[in-house]
Structure formats: structure tokens, C-alpha cells
């Protein structure tokens, strides 16, 4: 029995390396097709499901296929093969598939979202760490918790129909852009945040602060100098953690990032991002698409895994 | 002649149904050691708290009576209580320092430790800075060991050395009380006789108040003692009179060792 | 003087930033609240989505998640007695930092990996490959909870166990299990209430249906995927489905959540 028991236990505790070792393997074997079809020069190649000729390397018309051609710096398309399109029907196409839209949507989106969320959860923290009383820090910290439940497609409803208007009144451009996206993304993250960035706080010994104190230090200098180099190691990797979950979202903000396969040339540009590409498009893609949403999710989960160990590795290392 | 005159003080902590400091009367004497001694719970570090306000990082606290501080220029009496104003609270804690049960070394290096209080209290002077530092921890009796790693963490010392660093940085500001709560209880006997003979020295330029669970280190080190007992001041008295014939029962018993 | 001027303009500052983000959370609840209640009635609970209705919907949400605790909840918490019971040195601590990660991987791609194992190869989606996903998900939550809630239980409970004689998984089953029972169930509580109010996983493996369903083998009702439906259509009664529905997937989420809260609380 007790061997049994423990080969279990062995077993139970080794699915996990062979279920993440089988999300990798699946995935890269799933987005095979598209990484021997388009190689690593996928992660710089803006266009996205764009028929272009077989044969001829240059094409003797060229026109761009964006619809705001005004505002389009050419600059921006550096890499031609994808904005080509054939005046004669009989010449061979194939369809190409390239990740930077949807990368650069990920990654702005994120930093967004980061730039906004940071100084608000910081407040939030400093607050419920230092500042307020002890009943309303727990009430208001519970109420903060429980906000970092709520499912995230409500924070992408309640951004399409109530946040976004207010910005795009107030930043000009349309109401499904990166900016909105952004902005919803943060507030998402925000509970999650401070909830963590205050429980790093929180590790600081009450002793090490009142020696501060009792020295003569007021409380931002406490705070400052004690509590922020006290806990710095956890508070980099709170925010590391936030901008691992920021960069997976999918429900903030596929309603709100506008779900094309545009680089934005404004930050209140509708554009898209690797999740919401892989809600949207997952439905009617097949063949070579499918396999470069494929290679879109490998990319998203190399990220992430990347971004989340590296937090783990250098800022949460659990003491056992 | 008293730096600190303590008259009739109450102490009541948020919620709680009893004072935990009844009608305390304790006078401190100008440069000599007065110890707190008594049983875990008898409010001595209670007490020792209320002398920097230190309490009032956690609000809702009353206060009843005086604790008088002097004031050197004036040569008067200020009543602590009375304070209000956050300016005053920071000035009276570069006047009233305090070391803890456990070496407090803030994250940053030797050097950055002993410059904090000089630093937030507006000394920007780098050589006034690096000399003052220096007078600190040469008063501490830890310059021989550091003075070639000054710009390292505090965090590598060991804890003896800790607690001396925590000495320095508050002698740094130049105080007239030092307040001392169990100061050697997370340490070694070698680092606690260092503690000791430090304590000592400092004597002849501050006055220190030291609470203390260890009776020998009280009878060692101290010139005053006071004995407490479930939030009383039961004895105060000269330490040789404490320890040699105490006039109360209590303070009897507790020093040979029958309760505590 | 300067310094307490600075030192009140922070503190300011700070308690300002708190009530603008807080009061964006409220603004926030208080929108899906007024809205989520105007289009409220409790008709939603005995129709299906052909007829307007949410039945099919939440119940479909329960049983998605509901079927993965069964898979996820064994699972993650012998995982969790393996690093903190019988593991040892690197390689139950690997495990411990890989489950961490895995917690953190993007959800969608989690769906996305579901979809090429079991919906590529069945040819459709399915309930089962929902609650496949949503195991996935909710192992790495599990094993967390039980390796921290284990590590809590003073050791000297384990040496008395085995002084008596009784031999390692005994002892680790009846009483260091039970020692930490109610922070385990505050943890898996916490764990479903993630996973029952998640959406993109499920998109693509059970998708939803208007339909009343048992049959996991076929697309299965889902509400948060209704929901993603329902908001982006252009009819305003769809929208204000929605939000009646992201009400209620609210509402169960936080109680589930509070539930959980509640447990230790009073058990402390």
C-alpha cells in the first residue's frame, strides 16, 4: 500500500512536467507546418492571411492593402512580401501568414497596461500597508481581493460600453483601440497588483520600521527608505507576475482592441493582440492558418514562460 | 538631576478593557542606567515604548499623567504627552533614541545605517557626514571591525555586531536618552558582554533606560532599578538596595527566583 | 519644513491614487450591478437560451466545472502531498516551480492545446474537452494550496503518527490531511470559483449552446462563452442578456469566493 501510495503521488506530481512538456510539444508540432513555411522571419512579418504571388520576387504593381493609406508610413512596411497584391489573376498565390502585428498589439497592450496599473496599485499599497487604520486596511484589502476574482470578460464588457467612450472622448480616435485595450487591461490587473505588492510590503518586520521611526524618520521615509528596499525583491516580482497574467489575457481585451491585423500607427489605433487573434480567428482558420495561430500560441506560451520563470527564478524564490 | 521625570502615568491599549500601566511614578537620572525588571507581561517594555511615543505608530492608545522630558537649552521640563504636532514627534525621537530586542540593520550598507538619522535630520555635508559616522561607530566599539567594509550591506555583520550598527546609527544623532528594550535578548554571551561594556561607556554622555528580563545583566550594569509587577511599579530604588534588601515581598521573591 | 511637507504630499498622494483605482472597481461592480439587475427576472432560470432564458447556461458552467474538479482536485492534491510529503531535494521542488508556471500560463493557450489533443482528433468540440481545460487549469491552484497548507502542519504531528506505528501514507491521509482540511477546502473552493468564471479556454473546446445538454461528448453550454456571444451582438435585448448573465456568473463567482473566506475565518 504504502508503495502504491507513492507511485501515485510520483505519478500525480509528474503530470505536471508532462502535461507542460505536451502544451510545448503540441504546440510547436501543431505550428509545425507555419515555422517550416515561414521560419523565425514569422515574428517580424506584419501581414497576415495576404495572398501574394509564387513566383515573382517583386511585383509590378504595388498598392497597399490598408484601408488609411494616407497615414501610412511606407517605412513601416520595410518587409514588402506581404502588402503585394497581384493585378493579374492567372499568376500563382499563395497566402502568407506573418506574427508582428499581433505581437506588437501583445506587447503594447501589456506595457500599457503596466505604465497605468503601477503607480495606482503602488498607491493602493502604500495605502493599505502604511496609511490607513487597521479595520478599514482589512475591509478595503478584502474588498481588493475579491475584485481580483471577478471573471475578466465582465472588466471587457464594462470597458466596451462604459470606459471606452470616456477615453475615446477624451484622446480623440476610435473606442475599440491599443489605448482602450491598454487602459481595461490595467484595471484588470489592478487588484491583483496591489494585492500582491501589499503582501510584500506587509513582510517588512514592524521592528525594523519602528527603529526608522524612532529615529526620527516621518512615514514616507520609512517607506522609502525601509519598507520599499525591505521588500523591493518582492514588489519587482509582484509586477513581473501582474505583467505575466497582462500578457495572456484574452477577455479584457477581446472586446476592445479592435481585432485587426493592423500595426497601429497612433496609440489610439485599433490593432489586435496573440490571444484575441487565437479567440477570434480559431473558428474559421484551417490549414496553414490554423497552424500559425499554432505558432502564435507557441510563441505566447514561450513568453509567458519565459517572463513567469524569470520572476520566479530571480525575485520569488520560495524558501523551503 | 532627572532627565526624565515619569508621574503618575496610565497606559490603556486600543480596545483593551484595563489599563496596562497603572499610576506609574519613575524618576530617570541624568547619565546613569536605569533598568526595568519584572515578569514577561508586567508592561516594562510598555512603559519603555511610551518614552518615545513609539506607541503611536498604532493609533488609539490613551495616555493619562506626565512624562517630562528635559529640555537641555532651557534647562525646563516638557510634558511628552502633550505632543501633537508630527514635527514634535520627530524631534522628540532624535532627543529620546531606541534600540530594539532584535538587531534592526536597515537594507542598505554599514555606512548608509549609521548616516540615516544624521541624513533625514538635513546633514548634507559629506566630510561632516563621514566624521560623524566614524565618531559613531568608533563610540559603538565596532570601527576596528568594519572600517575597511563601510560600503557594504549591514546584512553580512554578524548579530552582535547588528546591535552594535543599531547603537551607532542611534548615537549617530547625538541623543540624551537611550532607550534599550531586552537589547540582548537574540544574543550570544560574548556579544552580549560586548552589548554590555557598551552600554556602560555610553553612559557618560547619555542616559539610558534599559529593560531587561535578565536580573544579573540589571544588577551588572545598572545604577537604578525598577522592579514591576501586572502593570505596578512596585520598587524603584537604588540596584544594590534592589537586589541586596529589597523593601517589598514581590520584589523579594522575583529576585531569588520563587515566581517569574 | 521640507521634510514633512514632501512626507504629507506622498502620503496624499498615495491615498489619493487608492481611491481613484478603487473607485474604478466600483464603478465597475456598481455598472454590472445596475445593469446586470435591469435585465434580471428570475424566468432566466427555467429557460434555456433558444428561449431566451440562462438555464442551460448555468447549469452547463457548473458541470464544465464541475467535471474538472473531478479530474483536477485528486489530481492537484496528491501532486501536492508528493512535493511536500515524499519528494525531495530538486526534483519535488522543480515540480513546485513548474506548477507555479503552469498556474500562470495564458489560459487561451491552455484552450488552444485542449483543442489540438482531443477537438482535432474527435473532429468536434465537447463538454469533456471544457472540462479538460479547466483542469488543467485547476491542478497547478490545487497543488499550490495543498504544498503551503501541508507545510503548516507542525512536524512533530508526522513523528507522532509514525511513533505509533502507523506507516507513512496512513499517517499522511489521516492525519496531516485532516490537520490541514480546512485550508485545503478554502484553497479548492478558491480554485473553483477561478476556474468556474473563466471564458477562454473554453471558446474552443466545449463552446456553447442555446440548448439544454447532458451529453459532454458535444458542444456544451457554457455562460461565460455565451457571454463573449451575446455582448459583441448588435441587438440591444442580446446585450442586456449578457450583462444579466455576467451578473449571475459574478454573483457566483464572489459567493463561491466569500464561501471560502468564510470557512476560515470562523475555523480561526
Request: hydrophobic share 50%; glycine share 8%.
Amino acid at each position: 500500500m504504502e508503495k502504491l501510495f507513492q507511485k501515485i503521488s510520483f505519478s500525480s506530481a509528474t503530470l505536471v512536467f508532462i502535461i507542460l512538456l505536451g502544451i510545448f510539444i503540441t504546440l510547436f508540432n501543431t505550428a509545425l507546418p507555419a515555422i517550416n513555411e515561414f521560419g523565425l522571419h514569422f515574428i517580424v512579418n506584419p501581414a497576415w492571411n495576404k495572398e501574394v504571388p509564387i513566383t515573382t520576387p517583386q511585383a509590378k504593381s504595388v498598392k497597399k492593402v490598408s484601408d488609411d493609406s494616407e497615414v501610412v508610413n511606407p517605412d513601416d512596411y520595410s518587409d514588402d512580401d506581404g502588402m503585394i497584391m497581384q493585378d493579374e489573376d492567372d499568376t500563382p498565390t499563395k497566402t502568407i501568414y506573418g506574427g508582428l502585428v499581433p505581437l506588437v498589439g501583445t506587447i503594447l497592450s501589456t506595457l500599457i497596461a503596466l505604465l497605468f496599473a503601477m503607480p495606482i496599485a503602488m498607491g493602493i499599497a502604500i495605502f493599505l500597508a502604511e496609511i490607513a487604520p487597521k479595520n478599514i486596511s482589512s475591509f478595503v484589502g478584502g474588498a481588493i481581493e475579491l475584485l481580483a476574482a471577478i471573471p475578466s470578460i465582465i472588466f471587457g464588457m464594462w470597458g466596451l460600453y462604459y470606459f471606452a467612450p470616456i477615453v475615446a472622448n477624451l484622446f480623440g480616435g476610435f473606442q475599440v483601440s491599443l489605448l482602450t485595450a491598454g487602459l481595461v487591461l490595467g484595471v484588470m490587473i489592478l487588484p491583483f497588483m496591489a494585492a500582491i505588492t501589499r503582501d510584500s510590503m506587509n513582510t517588512t518586520p514592524d521592528i525594523l520600521k519602528e527603529s526608522a521611526y524612532a529615529l526620527g524618520a516621518t512615514k514616507f521615509e520609512v517607506i522609502k527608505d525601509v519598507i520599499f528596499p525591505y521588500s523591493k525583491v518582492g514588489i519587482i516580482g509582484s509586477i513581473i507576475l501582474s505583467l505575466g497574467r497582462a500578457l495572456g489575457e484574452t477577455m479584457a481585451v477581446a472586446f476592445l482592441i479592435g481585432s485587426v491585423f493592423e500595426l497601429p500607427h497612433k496609440i489610439t489605433d485599433p490593432t489586435i493582440s496573440i490571444p484575441v487573434a487565437l479567440a477570434n480567428n480559431f473558428g474559421e482558420a484551417s490549414g496553414l492558418g490554423m497552424s500559425s495561430l499554432f505558432y502564435l500560441a507557441l510563441i505566447l506560451f514561450v513568453m509567458s514562460f519565459a517572463v513567469i520563470s524569470f520572476a520566479k527564478f530571480f525575485f520569488l524564490r520560495k524558501a523551503n | 538631576m532627572l532627565v526624565m521625570n515619569i508621574e503618575k502615568f496610565s497606559f490603556t491599549y486600543p480596545g483593551a478593557e484595563a489599563p496596562s500601566l497603572k499610576n506609574i511614578t519613575l524618576p530617570i537620572e541624568k547619565n546613569k542606567i536605569t533598568s526595568l525588571i519584572g515578569p514577561s507581561g508586567c508592561g516594562k517594555s510598555t512603559l519603555l515604548r511610551s518614552m518615545n511615543r513609539i506607541h503611536d505608530l498604532y493609533p488609539g492608545n490613551t495616555y493619562d499623567g506626565k512624562i517630562d522630558l528635559l529640555n537641555e537649552t532651557t534647562g525646563e521640563y516638557d510634558d511628552i504627552l502633550a505632543i501633537k504636532k508630527e514635527n514634535d514627534f520627530i524631534q522628540l525621537r532624535q532627543k529620546v533614541g531606541m534600540i530594539f530586542q532584535k538587531p534592526t540593520p536597515f537594507p542598505m550598507s554599514i555606512f548608509d545605517n549609521v548616516a540615516y538619522g544624521l541624513k533625514i535630520s538635513g546633514i548634507k555635508n559629506k566630510t561632516e557626514l563621514k566624521d560623524r559616522v566614524e565618531e559613531a561607530l568608533k563610540g559603538s566599539a565596532l570601527w576596528k571591525e568594519v572600517h575597511d567594509r563601510l560600503n557594504k550591506s549591514a546584512m553580512g555583520l554578524s548579530g552582535g555586531q547588528q546591535q552594535r550598527l543599531c547603537i551607532a546609527r542611534a548615537v549617530a544623532v547625538k541623543p540624551e536618552v537611550l532607550l534599550f528594550d531586552e537589547p540582548t535578548s537574540a544574543l550570544d554571551p560574548i556579544s552580549t558582554s560586548a552589548i554590555e561594556e557598551l552600554i556602560v561607556e555610553l553612559r557618560n554622555d547619555i542616559s539610558i533606560a534599559i529593560v531587561t528580563h535578565n536580573m544579573q545583566q540589571a544588577s551588572r550594569i545598572s545604577d537604578y532599578t525598577a522592579f514591576m509587577y501586572l502593570g505596578d511599579l512596585i520598587e524603584f530604588d537604588k540596584t544594590e538596595h534592589i537586589f541586596l534588601n529589597p523593601k517589598e515581598q514581590q520584589t523579594e521573591d522575583y529576585i531569588t527566583g520563587r515566581f517569574g | 519644513m521640507k521634510r514633512l511637507l514632501i512626507n504629507k504630499i506622498v502620503l496624499a498622494l498615495s491615498t489619493i491614487s487608492a481611491i481613484i483605482g478603487l473607485s474604478f472597481l466600483a464603478w465597475i461592480l456598481i455598472t454590472l450591478f445596475i445593469k446586470g439587475l435591469s435585465s434580471f427576472h428570475f424566468s432566466l432560470f427555467v429557460t434555456d437560451l433558444i428561449n431566451n432564458g440562462l438555464r442551460n447556461l448555468i447549469i452547463g458552467q457548473f458541470i464544465l466545472a464541475g467535471f474538472a474538479s473531478i479530474i483536477g482536485i485528486p489530481l492537484g492534491m496528491i501532486a501536492g502531498i508528493y512535493i511536500r510529503e515524499y519528494g525531495r531535494g530538486r526534483y519535488a521542488n522543480l515540480i513546485r516551480n513548474l506548477s507555479d508556471i503552469m498556474m500562470s500560463a495564458p489560459s487561451i493557450v491552455i484552450g488552444a492545446f485542449v483543442y489540438a489533443i482531443i477537438v482535432v482528433p474527435t473532429g468536434h468540440t465537447s463538454g469533456f474537452a471544457g472540462s479538460i481545460a479547466l483542469a488543467i487549469m485547476m491542478i497547478p491552484i490545487v497543488i499550490s494550496t495543498t504544498d503551503s497548507m501541508l507545510s503548516l502542519v507542525p512536524k512533530e504531528l508526522r513523528e507522532a503518527g509514525i511513533a505509533l506505528g502507523a506507516s507513512k501514507y496512513r499517517v499522511i491521509l489521516d492525519i496531516v490531511i485532516k490537520a490541514a482540511k480546512v485550508g485545503i477546502m478554502t484553497g479548492i473552493l478558491l480554485a473553483f470559483a477561478r476556474i468556474v468564471g473563466e471564458t477562454a479556454p473554453l471558446l474552443f473546446t466545449s463552446q456553447t449552446s442555446n440548448y439544454f445538454s447532458l451529453d459532454m461528448t458535444h458542444a456544451f453550454p457554457s455562460l461565460s462563452v455565451s457571454i463573449y456571444d451575446l455582448a459583441s451582438d448588435v441587438q440591444t435585448s442580446s446585450r442586456d442578456l449578457a450583462w444579466a448573465a455576467s451578473f449571475i456568473l459574478t454573483a457566483m463567482v464572489l459567493i463561491i469566493n466569500l464561501t471560502g473566506k468564510f470557512i476560515t475565518r470562523n475555523k480561526k
